[in-house]
């Protein structure tokens, strides 16, 4: 009997396909995993989203201009799909995973043929040949994906790979979204987490990033006996990995025997991502973030004391509704006292159904006003803390062409600053050595020695 596979062959042949990828990086890793199945089916990759004929936006709603930067993205598209019908477009990720958002795209959006979720990327073709047989929209967001399911995706170089140690959230931050999108937190089995980061070492990567909305909380529900650190020496164990990072990791639970299986594996990166959010332990309690401005500072405090060349960096929300002018000044007290190395930051975004979002927003003026001098106070920061390796010779694993300039290559140090060198292409993928000359607040630069 002609099964559907066989009957839709040699319809993928020359069909292009191109994902435009929203979030952070499980959304990141998401597409890598899409990209696999969407190139065992027998579309090619193409950069160019007018040429392709499955269009795949990949969306995140953390914050509102994510939200609205998708939408403005799709409709531009309503065009393309009238003149081309056959042309699939195809949206999911966090947003389709809540019923708010996933109803602008059904309601509003005829242009889009096919909608999922972040838990059924496995049955991606299912929905395709679905899609193909009946010409109606196919929407499905159930959660078939087993958890620890072997799962294969294409990287996006062949030295640096991502892998999942666990999925969902259960820590409902008051501002956070990311729980009700990607729901209950659930931690892959070891062996399984094992397995995957061995094959990726037999197959030459050398560094691996694990990734978890919380990864110190890895293993706490459930019923094998394995801690994140535990975890973690164990991946860090495997004979010829080079590198390994994490993120993210929640103040309210690093341990100090994280910090002892840090200092004491040189392959795991001294490179730690600890979000702030606010510096206030007043605005850190309606946060319901569960560690105040104390437990913050003696926790940044014994990670530097105890591997001293580690890095630093966070995440911080400015104009939460509860913050007065007095708690942002903790901020910024905290931002001086830790000194980060680096730091994303953000404005307060209120997020459909959070608890936070019932709270009165701060003028836009004010929230603006502190942005700013947030930004006056970390930037010199950062730039004080990268001129520290002037003169110094780091290992940098080189990643690819600098947008700017053709003949200079980025890469990365152990402890994630971004590397400019001159280099040639062919040494892409390669751990060279770098004498710093120069920085910016963002990078540092230098020459190759040898
Ligand atoms: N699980 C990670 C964070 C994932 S979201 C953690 O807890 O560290 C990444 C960052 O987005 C958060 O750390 C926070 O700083 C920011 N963020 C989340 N919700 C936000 C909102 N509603 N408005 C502004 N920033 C937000
Ligand atoms: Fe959101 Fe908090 Fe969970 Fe991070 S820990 S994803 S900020 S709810
Ligand atoms: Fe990541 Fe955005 Fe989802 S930050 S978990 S892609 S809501």
């Not at 959660?143 to 790979?161: L, P, R």
Request: hydrophobic content about 30%.
């Amino acid at each position: 009997m002609q099964t559907i596979k066989d009957k839709y062959k040699d319809y993928f042949k020359g069909k292009k396909y191109n994902i435009t990828t929203f979030g952070c990086q499980m959304n990141e890793h998401d597409s890598e995993r899409i990209s696999y199945i969407l190139e065992d089916l027998g579309y090619e990759k193409t950069d160019d989203r007018d040429q392709a004929d499955f269009i795949l936006f990949n969306t995140c709603l953390v914050r509102e201009n994510a939200e609205l930067k998708l939408y403005g993205q799709v409709s531009s598209l309503k065009r393309l799909k009238k003149e081309n019908p056959d042309k699939i477009i195809s949206v999911s990720g966090c947003m389709m995973q809540t019923s708010t958002a996933r109803e602008v795209i059904v309601n509003n959006h005829d242009e889009v043929d096919l909608i999922f979720g972040t838990k059924n990327i496995n049955s991606l073709p299912d929905l395709i040949y679905k899609y193909l047989e009946s010409g109606e929209r196919v929407v499905d967001i159930s959660s078939d994906d087993v958890k620890d399911d072997f799962v294969k995706y294409n990287n996006k170089n062949d030295f640096q790979a991502y892998v999942n140690i666990m999925r969902g959230c259960d820590n409902f931050c008051s501002y956070c979204i990311v729980p009700q999108s990607r729901g209950r937190e659930e931690s892959r089995r070891p062996s399984a987490i094992l397995a995957e980061c061995e094959n990726l070492v037999k197959d030459g990567f050398k560094e691996i990033t694990l990734l978890g909305q919380n990864v110190n909380s890895y293993g706490n529900k459930a019923d094998f006996n394995m801690t994140f650190p535990q975890l973690l020496e164990k991946i860090s164990q495997i004979p010829g990995l080079k590198r390994l990072r994490f993120t993210t990791s929640h103040p309210k639970d690093l341990s100090d025997e994280l910090i002892e299986v840090m200092k004491n594996n040189d392959n795991i990166c001294k490179f730690f991502h600890l979000p702030l959010q606010s510096g206030s332990s007043k605005v850190l309690k309606d946060m319901n973030r569960k560690y105040d401005q104390e437990k913050y500072i003696e926790r940044a405090k014994k990670l530097k004391r105890e591997i001293p060349e580690l890095a630093l960096s966070t995440d911080i929300i400015v104009g939460y509704p509860t913050e007065t002018e007095e708690d942002f000044q903790e901020t910024l007290k905290v931002c001086r006292e830790v000194g980060f190395d680096q730091a994303y930051t953000f404005k307060y975004s209120p997020r459909p159904k959070t608890r936070a979002a019932k709270l009165e927003p701060i003028d836009e003026t004010i929230v603006q006003d502190r942005f700013d001098r947030l930004l006056d106070t970390i930037y010199p920061i950062f730039n004080e803390k990268n001129k520290e390796y002037i003169g110094k010779t780091v290992e940098v694993l080189l990643e690819s062409v600098s947008k700017n300039n053709p003949q200079v290559l980025t890469g990365r140090t152990d402890s994630f600053k971004l590397v400019h060198v001159k280099a040639d292409k062919s040494l892409i993928g390669q751990f060279v050595k770098v004498k710093i000359t120069d920085n910016t607040s963002f990078t540092i630069s230098g020459d190759l020695v040898e």
